[in-house]
């Protein structure tokens, strides 16, 4: 009883202290997007079952929230350095489809990853999400020099070199 008091004590100052607008707002959208789906999911011309469509989805949206809570709850502060170790990843990562017999077919894009069980995934989707974090940590880092010439030289070429 008492792990149970716990566990509801812990979601209790979880939503206490986290911004619950965002989180809304995230859940909002999310549903406009399976709106959206389902409509196009309708028309005669796709040959597609829409109801897995939309379980896909639905699974996705779920562990997508999952993961925003798990990742609201790591101080990143706590790990300066960990926005380089993340850009570098990213760079690799989108490099991984110019070796020959990584990236997988789909649709007649190459640009997807198959990871084990059957998921496919798109390096540059996953690059959007760590661009938007290694952006910011490393703006964060020049912010006292923001108004230098040799930093906003440094953020472009963070820009270009994630864009390459």
């Known amino acids: 009883m008492a792990v149970l008091h716990r566990i509801r004590d812990g979601v209790k100052y979880y939503f206490q202290h986290t911004d619950v607008l965002l989180m809304v707002l995230a859940l909002v959208i999310c549903l406009f997007g399976l709106a959206l789906i389902w409509s196009g999911c309708q028309a005669q011309q796709y040959k597609v079952n829409p109801e897995r469509v939309m379980m896909v989805q639905c699974i996705g949206i779920a562990v997508g929230f999952v993961g925003m809570i798990i990742l609201s709850l790591v101080d990143f502060d706590r790990f300066p350095w960990l926005w380089i170790i993340m850009a570098v990843f990213n760079v690799l990562f989108q490099l991984s489809l110019a070796i020959p017999g990584v990236g997988k077919e789909v649709n007649g894009n190459t640009s997807w990853i198959e990871l084990p069980g059957g998921l496919n ?39 270009g070199v994630t864009m390459m």
């Open 121 to 159: 995934v798109q390096p540059g989707e996953v690059g959007k999400i760590i661009f938007v974090y290694t952006m910011a940590s490393h703006m964060s880092l020049l912010r006292e020099r923001k108004n230098s010439i040799w930093t906003l030289l440094q953020l472009v070429a963070h820009m």
